[in-house]
């Protein structure tokens, strides 16, 4: 009887020395995972981004970004108990050959994020349904950026919403 509880007792601390382990081992992960601002979080998922920087309210951040100079792309970033983690990031190709009041083809982020570029934003509103976009005006980036990515004059619109919004042709209007 001795010997069974004996085994039973070694079981137990095997048992508990290998959630040990595993506990210690994702929380260090967490740990790398995590960083001090938002911007750092994307970052470190590609440090070859050119970062648009949308909103940052409590623990949640919108990026967008220029990746390989041909893509734009969008990331919520969230702030957890160790720090900024970065979502997914999804990109796809954009044209900044856009004439005046012209939707481009937009894109999505989930179910609750749509956006796109259009030229002179400053004086032309995009709509879905009762949602107004939020207008981002590319030259706010540094000056190099804006003339090597002919960015001038373009803002990068985006509606974010509760609900899922819909994608498709007519979604949006100027």
Same mark, same amino acid.
């Given at each position: 009887?001795?010997?069974? #509880?004996?085994?039973?007792?070694?079981?137990?601390?095997?048992? /508990? @020395?290998?959630?040990?382990?595993? &506990? #210690?081992?994702? @929380?260090?992960?967490? =740990?790398?995972?995590?960083?001090?601002?938002?911007?750092?979080?994307?970052?470190?998922?590609?440090?070859? /981004? #050119? &970062? !648009?920087?949308?909103?940052?309210?409590?623990?949640?951040?919108?990026? @967008? @970004? =220029?990746?390989?100079?041909?893509?734009?792309?969008?990331?919520?970033?969230?702030?957890? &108990? *160790?720090?900024?983690?970065?979502?997914?990031? $999804?990109?796809?190709?954009?044209? $900044?050959?856009?004439?005046?009041?012209?939707?481009?083809? *937009?894109?999505? +982020?989930?179910?609750?994020?749509?956006?796109?570029? !259009?030229?002179?934003?400053?004086?032309?509103?995009?709509?879905?349904? %009762?949602?107004?976009?939020?207008?981002?005006? &590319? %030259?706010?980036?540094?000056?190099? !950026? #804006?003339?090597?990515?002919?960015?001038?004059?373009?803002?990068?619109? +985006?509606?974010?919403?509760?609900?899922?919004?819909?994608?498709?042709?007519?979604?949006?209007?100027?």
């Amino acid at each position: 009887m001795s010997k069974n #509880v004996f085994s039973k007792g070694l079981l137990i601390i095997f048992t /508990l @020395f290998l959630i040990s382990v595993l &506990l #210690v081992y994702l @929380f260090l992960s967490e =740990i790398s995972n995590s960083h001090s601002e938002p911007s750092e979080a994307l970052l470190a998922a590609d440090d070859n /981004l #050119v &970062l !648009i920087p949308a909103y940052k309210l409590d623990d949640d951040s919108l990026y @967008f @970004f =220029i990746k390989d100079q041909e893509n734009l792309g969008a990331s919520f970033i969230h702030n957890g &108990l *160790f720090g900024w983690k970065a979502e997914d990031l $999804t990109w796809s190709r954009f044209d $900044t050959n856009i004439r005046n009041s012209q939707l481009n083809d *937009f894109h999505g +982020y989930g179910d609750d994020l749509i956006y796109g570029l !259009i030229k002179n934003g400053d004086e032309l509103i995009v709509k879905k349904d %009762e949602d107004v976009a939020r207008m981002l005006n &590319l %030259e706010m980036l540094p000056r190099n !950026i #804006v003339e090597d990515y002919h960015l001038q004059d373009l803002y990068l619109w +985006y509606i974010k919403s509760d609900s899922a919004l819909e994608k498709g042709e007519r979604a949006c209007q100027v």
